[in-house]
């Protein structure tokens, strides 16, 4: 037949009915479908993609299907099937914005009669014209989306195409700008304020997108979505094999654990399916869950992505409209919108985007989790390797130090728990179907060697290696000086990773990764608890906070800073605590009381003048008291070159200093550091940047000076910064045995 007729309907009965009617008109000369309902026999009121799907592929042999939708929730699920459906299938699909009723008659008439699917569309939209001319009124049509006024071409230079990461940088970034945007690829355009959307494109590496931009502000849009999208990431996220090994487990993250084996089992609670009386308190606590949930994913570069996704309006919108059309619990409305987003993804053709379908998964498990509780891993207390059905992203990052290792059941190389596991140092092998699990184990994350049941002797064997296996704190210089290698830390896991590797300290705790994207203020006890987990790894050591650094790159919404046109140069780090007093005497207790027991010094970021360390240094002393403690060293971050450039003046009020080089080369050299365009300009080796270290070495004579930015993580930069006078370097843990190496081959 030329064309067939589906019917998308919340309610089954109404579909049946209106099904009815049409066959009245049309007999058996129809190719007609219906998709309505919801639950196992559709007796709910809701609809399913799926279901639509599946009515879709039963008028497969149809030239043309039209789509007609009774809701606005039913749009949106039809528009997922469309993504579902296969090239040729969607091909043939035409949804149309058309009464239901009258438009399945006038739709069903015209498809009988033999018209094409665009004809018939045509004449379901004009399905209301006989009403309106016998009201006297007029169709008011909706006003149409902007033209483009630029387009600007793009080559994916992510390997991996657009998945999460580029894709919630992406909806950031448009944000920003006064300008109507969408990108294009392969016949599908998608909306820029949904990361959701922009991964369904299935954009892979290497293929080109169109930027379609229009408004005040297309033109500096467009450039900042086309940096995004031509960047190359600096480390690709299939870096680690993903070849099974001839017992078929996957490596995961590379290192050698043995030990005991113990199943980390997840609690998930029973979704409730009732109807909700009071729809609008059940919107208010999907709000607020979502909010939490954004909150609690903020603290990771991968796990604010997967936040990103709580803001998506092609998730929250067919949620929200599941609540209010047609009563559904908001768990169970937020579980089901967050499954056909998934299933999108999953049947798209490149493995790496179909795998993103994981994060939208653990995302959408964050907000249940704040709905309903439970979603959590029973994790032991004594060490031991864990067994896991499939690690998330969250679990990873948040594993403590007693995890020797993770045999995941369905885990990969390039997912985002992967990621973090390589970061934090935990072996961990994917493919791992074992049932029960061996009591024992010892396994090689790297080559996917196992072993179950060991005997000592091969236990002994696997403990041998370790990816951060710990090495001297610190090296002695040909001239009898130490040079001290201490960690730049966001969270416990790489605190852990940094403790096992043998750093000398924390030179750099980064309290802000706990907190960005927070739209509510952390009280005190969440304060402390947050940054006790974090720097529990170095009781004994020396561990340096530095305190909140707001502004620019790094937002926290609960401190309600002024948008800013420069705000790298704005009220960031101490400009904005001291605007924040009362918070910035609470987060200045809490790391006191977080800190009881520890080597503690605190660290002012963003230091300009002798008067700002001295306002921090009288709320630190107003904080000592109310927490009953002496007040620990407080040092200046030299970021600001007038900072460096007066540093006799910051010494009465400073115990320590610190070099910020990521900063400091941005303002010295007059390059903003992310400037896609001046890549040569973020060269903290510059001879003006040194000068400068040197410089801050010389004057600040006894008082020590470290370097916590990038740059003392890079042996080429390191030994510049080593001549001009530093002998304490600061940096992520998978940096210390590459420094140590480059250090020891000197001294030695």
Known sequence: MATGLLLVSHSAALARATAELVRQMTGDRLALAIAAGAGPDHAELGTDPLAILAACEELAGCEGIVVLMDLGSAVLSAEMARDLADDALRARLHLAPAPFVEGALAAGVAAAAGQAADRVAAEALAGLAPKQDALGTQEHAAPPSPAATLTRAVTLADPNGLHLRPAARCVEAAARFDATLRLRHNGRVAPLDSPTALMALGAKGGTEVTIEASGPEAEPAAAALAAILAERPAEPHAETPSKASSGGFVPMSPGRAAGPVVAALRVHPPVPETTVVDRTAALTRLDEALAAARAALAGDPILAAQAALLADPALIGPARAAIEADGRHEAAAWRDAIAAAAASHEALDDPYLRARARDLREAGDAVLRELLGGFGLDLPAKPAIIAVDELTAAEAASLPPTILGVLDRRGGPTS?????????????LGGVALDPPPSRAAFDGATGEFVAEPDAATEARF???????????????????????????????????AARAGAFGVGLARTEMLFLGRADMPGEDEQEARVGAMIAPFRGRPVVVRLLDAGADKPVPFLALASEENPAL??????????????????????????????????????????????????????????????????????????????????AASDFFSIGTNDLTQYVLAADRGHKDLPGFADAGHPAVIGLCARVCRDAGAVPVSVCGEAAGDPSTARLLVEAGIRKLSMGAARLSALRAAFSASAS
């Open 416 to 428: 985002h728990a992967a990621i973090l596991l390589r970061a934090a140092g935990i072996p961990a």
């Open 463 to 497: 403990r041998a290696a370790d990816l951060l296996a710990p090495g001297p704190a610190s090296v002695i210089l040909p001239g009898g000086e130490a040079l001290e290698f201490w960690a730049n830390v966001a969270g416990p896991a790489d605190a852990a990773a």
């Open 570 to 651: 704005g009220v960031r780090g101490v400009r904005a605590l001291l605007r924040r007093p009362d918070f910035c005497a609470a987060h200045l207790r809490a790391l006191l009381r977080a800190g009881a027991g520890h080597d503690l010094r605190i660290m002012v970021p963003m230091v300009t003048f002798a008067a700002e360390l001295r306002a921090i240094r009288d709320l630190l002393a107003a904080a000592a008291r109310d927490v009953g403690c002496e007040p620990p060293p407080l040092g200046a971050m030299i970021e600001v070159p007038a900072a460096a450039l007066t540093v006799p003046d910051l010494l």
